[in-house]
């Protein structure tokens, strides 16, 4: 498997990936921005459908987009009560436009299918090492705002109280969130990529009690979806994203059971 | 170590829409005073605290943090706080929280010195390492106070935070911010519906009533001012 080049950087990129979605994860859960993060990958694929239309690559269009609607998001819902009505109605808005500009730029359905479901194949060392860079920025940031984000993800009255610039963190973080949506979309695909944001760190809540510990579990969970997506895909030849999302998916469910029955006893 | 005033109040008032909660408060709080500030349900307590800490902008008049305390460190426990039974942290983490900083992401040795000193303090040893969603309303109550006090505050303001308290774990908190209080000069400012406990282990009164405040020492604080009045 490893003897083809395509496997080898696809499996660079998803270690990158499960590694940023983890730690990333963590938070975007802390923060209840499971929504959020969905509606960032599908405005990811506007963003790529647009890279599209204007001949840029893909990832390009998706930063620009991804980048922009998360400082919108933020400005528009620093409280959260308008959060959920504001996403939605921004979602809509750029599904519509990556609908419009995936027929302008006259590509066929499974240009289309790419984006949104991801894809292995596809991925050259150049892209790795773009996806590598932009996670570094990504995590650079929040190992320098650790501790900020930390208090004001897990405890935001306390945040506010101490006088933390809250709302300069929030914004933050979602640009955070936008660049690492971004950089795991290459290979889960849009549709599939606030999994790999949001059931790691979930599933990893109900074990760890630290935010440490969160993310190293978060991590090790993302990176046994990726790794074994991976390779069940290479040897089955089904799509990569179905085998992270089902092995995700699995793993949230035996976690919230088994803390139903601690719970229970 | 004299009473230097460190925060004061100039003709404050804060009005939400349609609904003016006071106005025209004057106040000089100084080093090392312990306050209680009392009155009915809904009178304007909790807006009174948020405006000290700069959470809501008062539409009239001023707060003054004077320059005397050359670092005015807060230490503040709200009255609610979203805690759910999910919450994952322990209550050590919880703790350790409030260290935030210009620092590496884990917390040092001394760090965690200091807050194993306040978790022992507190009289949560037991319970340190229990998550925190899972404590009860007493519990919750000592972490937050727990947390306030990690980073050494020299004001500390609390919001009814002894409300859900037994007798025993009341008296022993109320012990721990008293001695903070001579030992370290803290200033306190408490919000309570315990009259009682105020004459016990208060020095001054602010006593908020729609449209007029009253402020005095806690001895003048009578039967009559409260209950006459109707004032708790
Ligand atoms: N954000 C807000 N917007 C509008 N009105 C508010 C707001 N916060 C508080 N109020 C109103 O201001 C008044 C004072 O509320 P506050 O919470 O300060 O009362 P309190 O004295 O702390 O009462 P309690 O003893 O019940 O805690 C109430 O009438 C309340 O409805
Ligand atoms: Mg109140």
New interface residues.
Partial sequence: MFSYEFMRNAFAAGTIIAVICGIMGVFVIARNMSFLTHTLSEIGFSGAAFGVFAGWAPLNGMLLFTVVSSVIVGQLSARSERREAATSAISALFIGMGILFLSLANKNASYATSILFGSVIGISVSDVRQMLWLSLVVLLVV??L???L??DS?????A?????WTNALSITFLVLVALSVSVAAQIVGSLLIFILLTLPAATA??F?????G?MVLAIALALIGVWSGLTLSYLTNYPVSFFIAAIEAIFYFVALGWQRLQTAE | MTNAPILKLDHLGVTFPNNPVFSDLNLTIRQGEVWSIIGKNGVGKTTLMRTLLHQLRPTQGKVTYLPSVNDVRIGYVPQFRNIDADYPLTIRDFIGLNLTGWKLPWLSAKERAKVQRIIEQTGLTKLANRPIGQASGGEKQKAYLAQALVEAPNLLILDESTASLDPVTKTELLDLVTELNQRLNLTVLFVTHDIPMAQKYTHQYLMMTPGKVEQGPIAQLTHDKVWEGENV
């Fill in positions: 190992f320098v650790y501790r900020f930390k208090f897990f405890d935001h009255t306390g506010r109280v101490k006088g933390l809540k109900y760890a009690h630290t935010v440490g969160m």
